[in-house]
């Protein structure tokens, strides 16, 4: 309208570089209207707004300063994901030493250590699933051997409540399955977990073999979890599929409690 945007305006009054052109370009009623076209009269208008809001001005300029200095400066010390990958599996290992060494002890000292070990690791890695399993799990041996009977449904309803949420999380991962699977194993009846159970280590069996080759769960364990899926198969009258899985146990950790378990079983099938 008048020869020259308001935007213009406002970014040649900021820079500084507002000369005698806004004159020429301007009619002499948009000029007697026009606010300050010089330094001194721009340093007049920023004198004019309240301390206030200079100070949270300048404020906001030093913070998104630091921001940017800090995002530009390289991480101190940084964990590789082979280093941080050995940490948790030497966490995981001493808290499933620990939580084994209760089943076959079950004394306090035992149940002391394991606590202790599950701590460190849950808070070393929080929301860790296969931690939370072992948790859950621990809780229901804990209430199995609690005397305080006004206590023991809460407590096992605790654990079994760690136990769904673990698998919840992370349903793939066969560790946790197998501790919610084998806890469940020797619950009574009338919690009623026997179908899920079986539904488990049927998962856990179709993997055994593939996920101990490649670590994904110890050979123990692993051997365990066909000793368990072929009682469950003997249960159902399916003798040769029985068999198979008994000696898979056997093959994938002879030495192992649920090798020989299943070498056992395995002979009075023949």
Request: glycine share 4%; proline share 5%; aromatic share 12%.
């Amino acid at each position: 309208m008048y020869g020259v945007s308001v935007q213009n305006f406002y970014i040649r009054w900021k820079y500084g570089q507002y000369g005698s052109c806004l004159h020429r370009q301007m009619n002499t009623r948009m000029d007697r209207r026009s606010p300050a076209c010089n330094y001194n009269n721009g340093m007049r208008l920023w004198k004019k707004i309240p301390l206030r809001f200079k100070t949270r001005v300048c404020w906001y300029g030093f913070a998104i300063q630091v921001c940017v200095a800090a995002s530009a400066l390289p991480p101190a010390n940084p964990m590789n994901r082979a280093q941080y990958s050995d940490l948790y599996a030497q966490r995981l290992a001493t808290a499933r030493t620990a939580y084994f060494r209760v089943i076959t002890s079950s004394n306090r000292a035992a149940d002391i250590a394991a606590h202790k070990a599950l701590a460190e690791l849950e808070d070393a890695y929080p929301d860790d699933p296969t931690a939370e399993a072992y948790h859950g799990s621990l809780e229901l041996l804990d209430a199995a051997h609690n005397w305080q009977i006004w206590n023991l449904h809460r407590q096992a309803s605790d654990g079994l409540s760690r136990l769904d949420e673990a698998i919840r999380h992370a349903p793939n991962d066969p560790e946790a399955r197998f501790i919610r699977a084998a806890t469940s194993w020797h619950l009574p009846a009338f919690y009623h977990r026997r179908q899920q159970c079986e539904e488990d280590f049927a998962w856990l069996a179709q993997r055994a073999q593939s996920d101990a080759h490649v670590g994904k769960l110890p050979p123990e364990l692993a051997a365990a979890s066909l000793n368990y899926w072929g009682q469950i198969l003997v249960r159902r009258k399916d003798y040769s599929s029985a068999r198979s899985a008994f000696q898979q146990a056997i093959q994938i950790a002879p030495q192992s409690p649920g090798a020989q378990d299943a070498a056992r079983r395995l002979h009075n099938l023949l």
